[in-house]
């Protein structure tokens, strides 16, 4: 089991940057890749960034690439979203997940809104 809790999400104006932080516990040395998904009331949830464990190649969805960032620290089991230029669309409830061999975890969201 890997339990997940989000943080960091708040109100910025458009043009602003918000940290978002994702840290894991439990089953942690088996989880192969973090994600970080976005989410709008009555849309479906839409992949934003994600990282491999030990190579730590990442992969961004278009509308976020070079302005968004995936990082992670391993000395505090802790994944990143620095999310830079926001803009107005970005508005949403973000949710890291953690997938293992066996399954996938997904935390309890947390909602960023920006402001126009």
């Known amino acids: 089991q890997v339990h997940l809790v989000e943080s960091g999400g708040g109100l910025v104006p458009s043009g602003g940057a918000l940290r978002l932080s994702c840290t894991a516990s439990?089953?942690?040395?088996?989880?192969?890749?973090f994600r970080w998904f976005r989410q709008t009331p009555g849309n479906q949830r839409e992949f934003v960034a994600r990282?491999?464990?030990?190579?730590?190649?990442?992969n961004y969805a278009d509308s976020v690439k070079g302005r968004f960032t995936i990082s992670r620290d391993n000395t505090k089991n802790t994944v990143y979203l620095q999310m830079n230029s926001l803009k107005p669309e970005d508005t949403a409830v973000y949710y890291c997940?953690?997938?293992?061999?066996?399954?996938?975890?997904w935390g309890q969201g947390t909602q960023v809104t920006v402001s126009s």
């Open positions: 997940t953690a997938d293992t061999i066996d399954d996938d975890y």
């Open positions: 439990g089953s942690i040395f088996d989880i192969k890749t």
């Open positions: 990282i491999t464990s030990g190579s730590d190649m990442t």
